[in-house]
T-cell receptor, first 112, second 112 residues
Framework: NAGVTQTPKFQVLKTGQSMTLQCAQD?????MSWYRQDPGMGLRLIHY???????DQGEVPNGYNVSRSTTEDFPLRLLSAAPSQTSVYFC???????????FGQGTRLTVV | DAKTTQPTSMDCAEGRAANLPCNHSTISGNEYVYWYRQIHSQGPQYIIH???NNETNEMASLIITEDRKSSTLILPHATLRDTAVYYCIVSLGNNAGNMLTFGGGTRLMVKP
């Protein structure tokens, strides 16, 4: 059982480039979410999904898009990367809102 | 979501119990208390959660005061591998928009 898998683990982008961070889970969880973590800070919610075809914004959604075409996958798209988006990104999934969340190992993104 | 207050850092001797406090004085009756930890820059790891009663699992115990305004996470026999940032979170289980809001956490240092 792989749990939550994030790819890539590391990425360097130039300002203005676009890219997609991948997140996949094999636990048939309905709920998935994306967080970013800046140095010395806690995690902040970017976007979340309560099921296939349903997404909504979290605390810091600007500059990011998401979609949820399948239960398993929840990609995060950076449309035009900016240095302020340099961060570590975590994806999480959970079966319902009163149980434990499972986190991926993170994607460390640097925008130069 | 109710906000939480945790000490910024704590030390604990290896083999002793680590008691990590959390204040959540504005918690509402149907909000759960969750504890997660983050080792180095890995993805957060679920530890335990509860609503009203004290809870225990193979990792830790959670003690919630009768008025639910504070809680304590207890690691009964701390090891060096328990050195991590510990996050106390309160979450309204039926509102996906309040999905796991992370604060600054407590940096626990377990010393030989």
């Amino acid at each position: 059982n792989a749990g939550v898998t994030q790819t890539p683990k590391f990425q360097v982008l130039k300002t203005g480039q676009s890219m997609t961070l991948q997140c996949a889970q094999d636990m048939n969880h309905e709920y998935m979410s994306w967080y970013r973590q800046d140095p010395g800070m806690g995690l902040r919610l970017i976007h979340y999904s309560v099921g296939a075809g349903i997404t909504d914004q979290g605390e810091v959604p600007n500059g990011y898009n998401v979609s949820r075409s399948t239960t398993e996958d929840f990609p995060l798209r950076l449309l035009s990367a900016a240095p302020s988006q340099t961060s570590v990104y975590f994806c999480a999934s959970l079966s319902n809102l009163n149980t434990e969340a499972f986190f991926g190992q993170g994607t460390r993104l640097t925008v130069v | 979501d109710a906000k939480t207050t945790q000490p910024t850092s704590m030390d604990c001797a290896e083999g002793r119990a680590a008691n990590l406090p959390c204040n959540h004085s504005t918690i509402s009756g149907n909000e759960y208390v969750y504890w997660y930890r983050q080792i180095h820059s890995q993805g957060p790891q679920y530890i335990i959660h509860g609503l009203k009663n004290n809870e225990t699992n193979e990792m830790a115990s959670l003690i919630i005061t009768e008025d639910r305004k504070s809680s304590t996470l207890i690691l009964p026999h701390a090891t060096l591998r328990d050195t991590a940032v510990y996050y106390c979170i309160v979450s309204l289980g039926n509102n996906a928009g309040n999905m796991l809001t992370f604060g600054g956490g407590t940096r626990l240092m377990v010393k030989p």
